[in-house]
Nanobody, 119 residues
Framework: DVQLVESGGGLVQPGGALRLSCAASGFTSDDYGIGMTWVRQAPGKGLEWVGTIYRTSSSTHYSDSVKGRFTISLDNAKNILYLQMNSLKSEDTAVYYC??????????WGQGTQVTVSS
């Protein structure tokens, strides 16, 4: 069974940086390895797609709200997905989840990690 475990969340001041990790296990190329995705949910809000990296091409795609500030990367050897977040804003406060197998198909979820941006 596919398991995704997020980590790295915490409290950070506006303008700060944080790197999230997602350790993946139990997946195959058929169910997870296509496009690895980050989504988030702010307090009282719905789910928001953050970005995706495609395993084969390493091509990345980002939401307009985070483009230029966030970077997704993938360590294939360790099966770890990363989200580097720079220039954080209060609006980035949310629970962040990694998901797969695609940019818009989120069949597999982790438990999420809380990111709070506040002074």
């Amino acid at each position: 069974d596919v398991q995704l475990v997020e980590s790295g969340g915490g409290l950070v001041q506006p303008g700060g940086a944080l790197r999230l990790s997602c350790a993946a296990s139990g997946f195959t190329s058929d169910d997870y390895g296509i496009g690895m995705t980050w989504v988030r949910q702010a307090p009282g809000k719905g789910l928001e797609w953050v970005g995706t990296i495609y395993r084969t091409s390493s091509s990345t795609h980002y939401s307009d709200s985070v483009k230029g500030r966030f970077t997704i990367s993938l360590d294939n050897a360790k099966n770890i997905l990363y989200l580097q977040m720079n220039s954080l804003k209060s609006e980035d406060t949310a629970v962040y989840y990694c998901a797969g197998p695609g940019q818009w198909l989120w069949s597999f979820w982790g438990q999420g990690t809380q990111v709070t941006v506040s002074s």
